[in-house]
């Protein structure tokens, strides 16, 4: 059984980003168990740390941990990730020495209901990721404008089928190399 952690960073319920994930496991393998990672945590504070690490970040960390992949998929904030991911990064390096991302082979993608698609969140984002030595997937990269992949019925259009079956393929490629 192959485990694959799914972070979406945006909190919203009509997130175009969640709708981007959905469409991701929909087309995992069946025998691929799916781990969803919540970003709603108390903001990263040293002082709570110290005091011990909260319950629902232990159990985050707990879950990427034991994840053989995990999949960040962000929206794109002022030319940024979104801060909520960030935040969940921080406490998911944390505490020092017990980096749970540590090695993990990771993929990154987002989605903006513009043409650029998270092109600059997720340049950022493959950084952060490199410092945190994960193991991240080069190709294919995935910027999406929502206006072009979703289609009316809820579903997405036809030509995305392709790149979006083609991605999940390489990802649980880049998990099991
Ligand atoms: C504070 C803020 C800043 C934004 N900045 C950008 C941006 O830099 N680039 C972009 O493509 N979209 C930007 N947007 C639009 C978001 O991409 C859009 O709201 C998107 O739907 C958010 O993702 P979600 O649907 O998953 O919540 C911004 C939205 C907000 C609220």
């Given amino acids: 059984m192959t485990k694959v952690a799914?972070?979406?960073?945006?909190?919203?319920?009509?997130?175009?980003?969640?709708?981007?994930?959905?469409?991701?496991?929909?087309?995992?393998?069946?025998?691929v168990e799916v781990a969803h990672i919540s970003v709603?945590?108390?903001?990263?504070?040293?002082?709570?740390?110290?005091?011990?690490?909260?319950?629902?970040?232990?159990?985050?960390?707990?879950?990427?941990?034991?994840?053989?992949?995990?999949?960040?998929?962000?929206?794109?904030?002022?030319?940024?990730?979104s801060g909520v991911v960030k935040n969940a990064l921080d406490w998911?390096?944390?505490p020092y020495g017990d980096n749970s991302l540590n090695g993990k082979p990771v993929a990154v993608a987002g989605v903006s209901p513009s043409p650029l698609g998270t092109t600059q969140a997720q340049s950022q984002l493959r950084n952060v990721l490199l410092f945190l030595n994960t193991?991240?997937?080069?190709?294919?990269?995935?910027?999406?404008?929502g206006g072009r992949f979703f289609s009316e019925d809820g579903g997405i259009h036809v030509e995305a089928e392709g790149m979006l079956?083609?991605?999940?393929?390489?990802?649980?490629?880049?998990?099991?190399?």
């Avoid at 799914?6 to 025998?31: H, M, T, Y």
């Avoid at 079956?165 to 190399?177: G, L, P, R, T």
């Fill in 6 to 31: 799914i972070i979406v960073g945006s909190l919203r319920k009509e997130s175009l980003n969640k709708k981007f994930a959905q469409a991701v496991e929909a087309r995992l393998p069946e025998d």
């Fill in 40 to 81: 709603d945590l108390p903001l990263y504070n040293d002082d709570v740390e110290m005091a011990g690490v909260p319950e629902d970040v232990q159990a985050v960390k707990d879950e990427i941990a034991s994840a053989d992949g995990v999949l960040i998929i962000s929206p794109e904030y002022n030319r940024g990730y």
């Fill in 92 to 94: 998911i390096s944390r």
């Fill in 135 to 145: 193991r991240i997937m080069g190709q294919p990269e995935m910027y999406v404008d």
């Fill in 165 to 177: 079956q083609s991605y999940v393929d390489a990802f649980m490629n880049h998990i099991k190399q």
